[in-house]
């Protein structure tokens, strides 16, 4: 019983309001930019094959370690300061 996946989309070049795009903001010798660039690169597709489906939609898995990848690089932890830093830092 397979059911199809539905991932929440995930666009890193949508435009908002102002500025015209959230790569404005992020310096490029950031370090957020190298962990993007890393990961962009691995295959996760045995990862991926993983998800059941059915339900609402979910995070894509690429995403996820994306976050945890930068929060453990900035010595966050906690799921919860995890969290806060994703509601306050554009990066």
């Known amino acids: 019983m397979s059911r199809k996946v539905t991932w929440k989309i995930y666009d890193q070049g949508q435009l908002s309001l102002l500025p015209p ?11 957020v930019r190298i962990v993007n660039t890393i990961l962009d690169s691995v295959d996760l597709s045995s990862l991926e094959k993983t998800y059941r489906g059915g339900g609402t939609s979910s995070y894509h898995p690429k995403v996820l370690l994306k976050i945890l990848v930068y929060a453990y690089l900035r010595n966050l932890y906690s799921s919860r300061k995890i969290e806060q830093a994703l509601h306050e830092n554009i990066h």
Request: hydrophobic content about 20%.
């Open 21 to 31: 795009s959230y790569d404005d903001l992020v310096p490029q010798n950031h370090p």
